[in-house]
């Protein structure tokens, strides 16, 4: 079952007061880079399960991992770019580095098996599909205590 702990960091950044700090500074100095800093996740629930939708543009399928630990589903992509480009004596004309990597994790419960999760990336946006979960409902007995 994927709990609600998915949005968590985000709930928690909304008071946080250097986070508000943060936003008031992009929004002084522009905010052009901040689409880089996460990975924009969707979160959708359907009848059977749950799918999480992804943004990784410009990552390959090798780029990017997936890993189950202790009931937490992790995502990372990490891609380096290098553009060199000389003139015919051999200098730099122009040279260019890039870097990205993205790490995001996701509470899905102790009982989320890998065989039971599937994974597929097409055109930058890679898609994970968990079931649901049923939970066992126990037809315990309801005790009565005596109030004296």
Do not use: C
């Not at 996740?41 to 890993?67: H, Q, S």
């Not at 580095?97 to 039971?116: A, L």
């Amino acid at each position: 079952m994927l709990m609600p702990m998915l949005w968590r960091n985000d709930l928690d950044d909304i008071m946080d007061p250097f986070d508000m700090w943060d936003r008031e500074a992009d929004s002084f100095f522009g905010n052009d880079l901040m689409h880089f800093d996460t990975m924009k996740t969707d979160v959708i629930e359907e009848d059977n399960d749950y799918k999480l939708k992804a943004d990784l543009p410009g990552f390959n399928k090798e780029d990017i991992g997936i890993d189950l630990k202790g009931g937490v589903l992790t995502i990372q992509a990490s891609h380096k770019e290098n553009n060199d480009e000389k003139d015919s004596k051999g200098k730099y004309v122009r040279k260019e580095r890039r870097e990205m990597s993205y790490h995001r994790s996701f509470t899905v419960g102790d009982d989320m098996k890998p065989e039971d999760i599937n994974a597929a990336y097409e055109n930058g946006v890679l898609t994970v599909t968990l079931p649901k979960k049923q939970l066992e409902q126990k037809n315990e007995d309801v005790k009565r205590i005596e109030i004296k």
